[in-house]
Nanobody, 120 residues
Framework: QVQLVESGGGLVQAGGSLRLSCAAS????????MGWYRQAPGKQRELVAA???????NYADSVKGRFTISRDNAKNTVSLQMNSLKPEDTAVYYC??????????????WGQGTQVTVSS
């Protein structure tokens, strides 16, 4: 059984910062891609940032230069540092990880989601 547990959401004023963290636990052999997605009311879930095991990152254009994703492979954790937050960043943020439990292929797992609200 694999679990992703997120923490760090909350309410912040525009221009402020928040840091999200996600820890994967359970029967984990390896984790390839880890990332953060978000879903605002009435909108589809979208990729915010992703990072592969070697450290290569990918960001949505809307967050480039403001958000930084990082991971600790030894601890199976991924974090998202969010700076210069804007009201349009308001959404539920989900942690995602592609995890191999020893079968030789990866399966996508999701966290429960954490609310980020940015007030103007």
């Amino acid at each position: 059984q694999v679990q992703l547990v997120e923490s760090g959401g909350g309410l912040v004023q525009a221009g402020g910062s928040l840091r999200l963290s996600c820890a994967a636990s359970g029967n984990i052999f390896s984790i390839n891609v880890m990332g953060w997605y978000r879903q605002a009311p009435g909108k589809q879930r979208e990729l915010v940032a992703a990072i592969v095991r070697r450290g290569t990152t990918n960001y949505a254009d809307s967050v480039k230069g403001r958000f930084t994703i990082s991971r600790d492979n030894a601890k199976n954790t991924v974090s998202l540092q969010m700076n210069s937050l804007k009201p349009e960043d308001t959404a539920v943020y989900y942690c995602n990880a592609n995890i191999d439990v020893g079968s030789g292929y990866g399966v996508n797992y999701w966290g429960q989601g954490t609310q980020v609200t940015v007030s103007s």
